[in-house]
Each structure stands twice: as structure tokens, then as C-alpha cells.
């Protein structure tokens, strides 16, 4: 038996499996998951490498459709590829001949709409991120970081509930990822989207999620979640807390319990 999936939920997932078929056979990635995320929630998910966390932000962004069970946002089922969410990747995946500003309006050329009715909220989202004066700038002008603010931008731009996010900070060195996740502290709290926050980072996962949902090795199951109760917003003062380490703990047991790290 799964958990039914309230229509209120912005993500819904019931029993979903994956199972990914190729020559050498067939591999199970992820094992009837069972995940819901309320309007305006932040979950963040952590697992060891190969789990299926990219597996499951596939699915919840239409890209791949499960083998078993149902995947609903806004408790509509999904059936491909969808107008309501904004997808960070891991990579900011930016076109060298692109300005900052039209690499920031592509989405809206693929849904085949006026770029024009969208510049005034890409340059309100340029300087929401602290990008200031580099609109019209190519991405070789600008550091990683900065790449990285204009990939947020491009997910932001059409202005979706739903915010996915596949270790966005992953490649950033500790300094620009500190800052990267005060200012998507910052973005949350003024836009109130729903996000899903794929990490490596244990201190980055209870930082910023009002949950932290902790996946087995592959195929992939949800084996613990832990509540963040911490009060908003979050000072990056807060990481050095007694309160934070005994989260950042619970987290690291349940991982070290399924065999994720050791
Ligand atoms: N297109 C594919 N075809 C076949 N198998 C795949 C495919 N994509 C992923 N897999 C397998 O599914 C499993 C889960 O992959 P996934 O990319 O979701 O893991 P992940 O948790 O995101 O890992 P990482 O932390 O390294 O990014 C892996 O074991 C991988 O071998
Ligand atoms: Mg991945």
C-alpha cells in the first residue's frame, strides 16, 4: 500500500519506481518512493552517489515517466515535460554566444512567447541575484559563480511554483557556494516557490530545507526524513550552532545506517 497523494501537494509521488532497461539488463534505480511536498515547502534530498536522486528529479520534471506508481505537481498527473517547474542543473549549461540576458530569456523563446513581455523580469532577476550591470555580458566575462546565478535566473524566469535543483552549488568552491545558498535562502523567502534540492552537502541540506529527506543506496528508497525547525531566515552563523551539528548528525547516522557514507 502507498500513500494516497493529496491534491493540495505541489509534488506528489506514490509508490514510483524506476527501473532504466539497456543491453547489458535492466537496473532498478529507484524503489516505489513515496514523497510529498507541500505549497512553499524547501526538501532537500541526500543520498550516496548512483541512489537515484537525479532519477527522481527526472521524473518530477516529466523527463522520464516512472515504471510503477504515479508522479502528480499541483495534483495533476504528469505526463511529460511541464510549464510549472524551473530546473537548476548541475552544470549551468549556458550558450557561449548568448548574452546573460538572453540566455536568461531562452525558456521563453522555447514556449514560443514574446521575449520582450519577460526583459523587464530578467533584469529584475538579474539584480535579485546580484548581477547587476552584466545583462548584456557573454558567460566567458563571468566567474562560475556567476554563471551559476544566471542558470537560477533562466529557471526563475517564467516565474514557476515548482523549483528543481540537481546539486547546483556542486562545482562551486566553499566561499561562492556559502553565498549561493544565502541568496537562494534569500529568493525562496521573497518568491515562496516550492523547491527540491538535490545535495551532496549535509550543512547545505539542513541550512536551508525545511526537511531533509535521506535516500538508501541504489535502488534508491526514501529511508529517513528529518524535520528542520530552525528558525528563518537562516544566518550562516547558524552552521556553527549546537542545534545545527545535532541535525547535521541525524542526518549523517541515518545515511551511515543504510550504508550511504561512512
Ligand atoms: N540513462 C540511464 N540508463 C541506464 N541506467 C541509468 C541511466 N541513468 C542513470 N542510470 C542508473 O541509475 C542509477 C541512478 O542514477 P542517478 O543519476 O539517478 O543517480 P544519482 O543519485 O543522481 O547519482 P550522483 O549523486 O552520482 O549524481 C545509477 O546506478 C545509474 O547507473
Ligand atoms: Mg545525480
Redesign the pocket.
Known amino acids: 500500500m502507498t500513500a494516497p497523494v493529496a491534491l493540495a501537494d505541489v509534488i506528489g509521488l506514490a509508490g514510483v519506481s524506476l527501473a532504466?532497461s539497456?543491453k547489458a539488463g535492466t537496473?532498478l534505480?529507484l524503489d516505489r518512493i513515496d514523497l510529498a511536498a507541500r505549497p512553499g515547502e524547501f526538501l532537500a534530498v541526500v543520498?550516496?552517489?548512483?541512489?537515484?536522486?537525479?532519477?527522481?528529479l527526472k521524473l518530477v520534471s516529466g523527463l522520464l515517466a516512472p515504471s510503477a506508481g504515479e508522479v502528480r505537481i499541483e495534483g495533476r498527473p504528469v505526463r511529460g515535460p511541464h510549464a510549472s517547474v524551473g530546473v537548476v542543473f548541475q552544470s549551468p549549461l549556458l550558450m557561449p554566444w548568448r548574452t546573460v540576458i538572453e540566455n536568461i530569456l531562452l525558456p521563453i523563446e522555447i514556449r514560443g512567447e514574446r521575449t520582450a513581455n519577460y526583459a523587464a523580469a530578467a533584469r529584475q532577476l538579474i539584480e535579485l541575484v546580484g548581477l547587476g550591470g552584466f545583462a548584456d555580458r557573454h558567460p566567458y566575462e563571468l566567474s562560475g559563480g556567476m554563471q551559476q546565478r544566471v542558470g537560477l535566473c533562466r529557471a526563475l524566469v517564467t516565474d514557476p511554483p515548482l523549483l528543481l535543483m540537481?546539486?547546483p552549488f556542486g562545482a562551486l568552491d566553499a566561499m561562492t557556494r556559502e553565498q549561493m545558498n544565502a541568496e537562494l535562502q534569500r529568493i525562496w523567502m521573497e518568491r515562496q516557490k516550492t523547491v527540491l534540492l538535490?545535495t551532496?552537502s549535509i550543512t547545505e541540506a539542513v541550512y536551508l530545507a525545511d526537511r531533509v529527506l535521506v535516500?538508501s543506496p541504489?535502488p534508491?528508497r526514501i529511508i529517513e526524513e528529518v524535520p528542520i525547525s530552525l528558525p528563518r531566515p537562516r544566518s550562516l552563523g547558524m552552521t556553527e550552532t549546537v542545534e545545527f551539528a545535532q541535525l547535521a548528525n541525524q542526518v549523517r547516522r541515518a545515511l551511515n545506517a543504510a550504508g550511504g557514507i561512512d
Not at 47 to 56: I, M
Request: proline share 5%.
Open positions: 532504466y539497456g537496473v534505480a543520498g550516496p552517489s548512483g541512489c537515484g536522486k537525479s532519477t527522481l540537481d546539486e538535490i551532496h535516500m541504489r534508491g
